[in-house]
């Protein structure tokens, strides 16, 4: 059993599959996190809107699920959900693997523009911090999550959290930089 997270703006006991984008990361899906500080760095405020963490139980046993690491299979994964691809691992419950940095920084156009390679867009990737998302693709792997509590997440734990993303993104683009400028 894995204690896992995700933020949102509601309590959600009951997931639905149909509600998250399908040109995300990972397809569409239920997405999760089994680190609660990187869940909070997802943390946003929407208007009048709390911001809210969600807690639960995940069994992942029986589950066909699909693992992915920062690879060139990962990078084409995500690039083909992001363009509205069907989605080639459709067929597993779950898929567990590492978020795109780009998501959190704004990265994206650069690593796909073509002006660098696919060798080099990775490699730009692996720059970044590594957090590692969760993402439910059946009603089977949603049978194993069990919702535990929710809670409101405060402003100032939300200001804290967006100053932390705020770091990690000015580390992020001058390694990045640096990799660009080395023109491996």
């Avoid at 060139?72 to 795109?100: H, L, M, Q």
Wanted: net charge positive.
């Amino acid at each position: 059993m894995l204690t896992v997270y995700h933020t949102g703006i509601e309590e959600i006991p009951k997931p639905d599959l149909r509600v998250g984008r399908r040109n995300a990361d990972f397809g569409q899906g239920f997405y999760l996190s089994d680190d609660a500080s990187f869940a909070l760095r997802w943390a946003k405020e929407r208007g009048d809107m709390p911001c809210v963490l969600n807690v639960y139980r995940f069994n992942p046993e029986g589950l066909r699920i699909r693992r992915l690491y920062r690879s060139g299979t990962w990078f084409d994964y995500i690039c083909a959900n992001r363009a509205g691809r069907p989605d080639a691992f459709s067929a597993y419950d779950a898929v567990i693997g590492p978020i795109a940095c780009d998501t959190l920084y704004d990265t994206w156009g650069i690593l796909t523009s073509g002006m660098i390679g696919k060798r080099l867009a990775v490699e730009a990737y692996r720059l970044g911090p590594y957090y590692r998302q969760i993402v439910l693709k059946s009603e089977k792997a949603l049978s194993g999550l069990c919702f535990v509590s929710a809670q409101t997440v405060a402003k100032e734990q939300i200001a804290k959290n967006r100053a932390v993303v705020k770091q990690e993104e000015q580390a992020y683009q001058e390694k990045m930089l640096q990799l660009l400028d080395s023109g491996e």
